[in-house]
């Protein structure tokens, strides 16, 4: 890697914001010998151009040995951020491959076949005349051969071993705030009638103990090899003896992965292992051997460092790896793996100013399970009056859970201003949000899980609300393990990590701007709990927020009429019935200090 060319290697045609000095910063970073280099940097602050400065930095195959890596990977977690990238001008030598099921066959009896079902995938010895001109395999041999191939970060750790996409000199990760929690999900092997295509033929016992399980995935894998071994003997498969073929093959690996990663004495994975009810019917009352039948089962591991060691660190000799919420340095590499003492942080400076990204307290109660059924309706009528405030403005609103998307839909049509409420479903919610995106009126869109990776530039949206305080479910045997042993630091910062990143949804640039509402008291809580990861920059959001005045509720009113000038305002706290007057709005400092209830009692949560 030569650092000193990361100046050339940044792609616009000028600096904006803190751009030129947190190039400065990152090839002195480099410089200095570290292998890895951590780059916090907020929203708006060109994150994929500074990505690409990086790669422009890896050894040439010119000046590389033969043994030697050469080129760079550039990777993310989020398609979207891919998408962004491959129709970015700027990042055109950013090679992008995605995997197999994103391609269609060309063939002309195979157009609407995914090229992972193919012919060239179903029949054995199969000579494809257009394999040259095949999307997948076109593209996959121009990003195994230029200086930078870009791929998601699932794709990227399903490669590793490939003979395609070796080792290369840099890996640039994006958005890489999640990387242990996303290495977590991707190692947890899930089987179940969906996973396993033969489950139901299955005898799966009752398992009281990791070694139970040990031995169960032993025997699952042996019998996975000989249904896939079965499947290759044949001259030709179905499409959906195909999709069997494959997943068998992915099941094995996995399974063999967990025997000898538990069998490892120096691996420091901890696993865990939930087991579901069986099914009616197989409660083992028909057995021969009289033992006791069990249900699906999911095998997590937590802290997978050494599958972050084989899907990610050995795939390069330098790392950069760019967020906004890269939190508490120490503890990312605690959980990823990496030795602080050898990884570099780099603070790239918020140019946003802070008036133009301000927070607002309309904190209706807590949202924790036992307090929704109280709390949604009061939260449902402050969206009314927002939808009031902002009466030809688009907004969203985090509902965090479909549970309560649907309750606030619901309730937001009972009060008449269903006509201006968009929802989305599970699979369709791409599909809507575009929908919504490229509408002309100022709808309010009810999403789920939408934080991280969304883009609402300008007037695609002016405000938004947190529903809920995003904390993990404390339900998840992971939460709860990490819990028993007191990592509340962890937990808090987990959440907070994602309402920093929803707050940067509405304001993309230094003369943008967007308000973001806070209707859960967990979230006021919890800036004061995680007061010592809060980034300055954020900090400074908080310490600003303060209770607006809103209208009076009148749902007739939120439909966009234009008596906006003319109706009567009150403070949010007057829609409480508290007694307070809520006069003047009241600004919200450091000195503040939110209620001192037991941490599991403010966010215990169950239901996800």
Known sequence: MNPERIFESFPAPSYRGAQEQALRDIRDAFAAGNDVVLVRAPTGSGKSLLARAVAGCARTVDEAEPSEAAGAYYTTPQVSQLDDVASDDLLADLNVIRGKSNYTCILPDERSTPVNQAPCVRERGYDCSVQHRCPYFSDRAIASN?????????????????????????????????????????????????????????????????????????????????????????????????????????LIGELDWFVSDYRDPQSPTTWLVDQSEARSGEDGSDDTDG???????????????????????????????LSATILNKDAFCRQVGLD?????LVDVEHTFPVENRPLYDVTQGKMTYEHRSETTPKIARTIVRLMQEHPDEKGLVHAHSYDIQERLADLLRD????????????????????????????????????????????????WQVLCKAPFLNTGDSRVAHRLEEGQWAWYYRTALRTVIQACGRVVRAPDDYGATYLADSSLVDLFDRARTDVPDWFAAQ???????????????????????????????????????????????????????????????????
Request: proline share 5%; charged share 35%; hydrophobic share 35%.
């Open 415 to 462: 009060f008449g201003v269903g006509d201006r409420i968009r929802v989305h479903d599970r699979d369709g919610r791409d599909a809507a949000l575009e929908e919504w995106k490229a509408s002309d009126g100022a709808d309010v869109f009810l999403s789920v899980k939408m934080e991280e990776a969304l883009d609402l530039k300008g007037d695609l949206c002016r």
């Open 542 to 608: 908080v310490d600003r927020m303060e209770q607006p005045e809103l209208p009076a509720f009148d749902p007739g009113a939120a439909l966009g009429n234009s008596a906006a000038d003319t109706r009567e305002s009150t403070t949010v706290e007057g829609d409480r019935g508290d007694g307070r007057d809520g006069s003047r709005p009241q600004r919200r400092g450091r000195s503040r200090r939110s209620s001192r209830s037991s941490p599991l009692a403010d966010v215990w949560e169950t239901d996800g």
């Open 291 to 321: 033992e006791e039948r069990g249900g699906p089962l999911t095998i997590k591991p937590m802290d997978p460092e050494r599958y972050l060691r084989h899907t990610v660190w050995d795939r390069g000799n330098k790392f950069a790896l």
């Open 340 to 344: 602080p003492a050898n990884v570099a």
């Open 146 to 250: 230029r200086s930078i191939a870009a791929m998601t970060l699932a794709y990227f750790m399903q490669t590793a071993g490939s003979e395609v996409f070796r080792k290369r000199d840099v890996v640039v990760v994006d958005e890489a705030h999640g990387l242990a929690e996303w290495a977590e999900m991707y190692a947890t092997i899930q089987l179940g009638p969906r996973t396993v295509p033969f489950w139901d033929e299955l005898r799966v016992p009752e398992i009281d103990g990791l070694d139970r399980a040990v031995r169960y995935a032993e025997n699952l894998e042996q019998i996975c090899t000989r249904r896939k071994d079965e499947l290759l003997a044949q001259e030709s498969l179905t499409p959906r003896e195909v999709r069997q073929r494959d997943r068998l093959q992915e």
